[in-house]
């Protein structure tokens, strides 16, 4: 089957800590998101890749690092920098065209203790 | 700024009615619009797209959008609500000149009661 996968489904993390949220997708897509979803409101772009060893910040990208080794991956770090980390990250995949829609993974649900 | 407003948090509708959710935009130029579905937990799900062409648009479970130019607007819509359609629901868009990101609405709550 065809997908994005993300794991861990929950995550927890102590504060000070980095954690790394991976997204794999075997769709064959150039393009991968990732994003942040919190209660209330809609999803806002972390960062983004068009291609393999390049990547691009989005709105909220302070605090978080990520990389594009594989064109099937595309991990998310998040620092001990992002001060508020809790929420639900949802990683993406797409054809590197405008008209063509996003595909989504399960996403991870972090939780700051 | 550009932007995408869905102005209702929440949508209530009896099981078997009709339902609209709605989204405007505010943005430079033609977008690319795009209803997706997030059940609880969950990651979206694409439902539909407007391209170019005619206005109303056909997507998955039975959902279609009309796309209205003048009023900048693309309102989901279904003819006979079902339970299984209650969902969080957000409306995106893309303008033609944009890098490749996506603009989204907050999301509405739709609750389907049986």
């Known amino acids: 089957d065809g997908g994005i996968t993300q794991s861990p489904k929950y995550l927890f993390r102590k504060e000070g800590q980095n954690v790394t949220l991976s997204c794999e997708q075997n769709?064959?897509?150039?393009?991968m998101y990732w994003y942040r979803q919190d209660p209330g409101q809609g999803l806002r772009l972390i960062y983004y890749?068009?291609?393999?060893?390049?990547?691009q910040k989005g709105d909220i990208a302070e605090g978080y690092s990520v990389s594009r080794e594989k064109k099937e991956s595309f991990p998310l770090t998040v620092t001990s920098a992002q001060k508020n980390p809790t929420a639900f990250y949802l990683c993406?995949?797409?054809?590197?065209?405008?008209?063509?829609?996003?595909?989504f993974g399960p996403g991870t649900r972090l939780t700051v203790l | 700024a550009q932007s995408v407003a869905q102005p209702e948090d929440q949508v209530n509708v009896a099981e078997g009615n009709p339902l609209t959710v709605k989204c405007t935009y505010s943005?430079?130029?033609?977008?690319?619009l795009f209803w997706y579905v997030q059940y609880p937990n969950r990651g979206l799900q694409f439902l539909l797209k407007?391209?170019?062409?005619d206005n109303l648009v056909k997507g998955s479970y039975g959902f279609e959008a009309e796309f209205n130019k003048s009023q900048t607007s693309f309102h989901l819509k279904k003819p006979s609500a079902l339970v299984s359609d209650s969902a969080l629901y957000f409306c995106?868009?893309?303008?033609?000149?944009?890098?490749?990101?996506?603009?989204w609405g907050a999301g509405t709550k739709l609750i389907i009661k049986p």
């Open positions: 993406a995949s797409s054809i590197e065209r405008l008209h063509n829609e996003q595909f």
């Open positions: 769709l064959n897509h150039d393009a």
């Open positions: 890749s068009q291609i393999v060893n390049d990547f």
């Open positions: 943005v430079s130029g033609n977008p690319y």
């Open positions: 407007y391209i170019t062409g």
């Open positions: 995106a868009v893309r303008p033609m000149d944009s890098n490749y990101q996506l603009i």
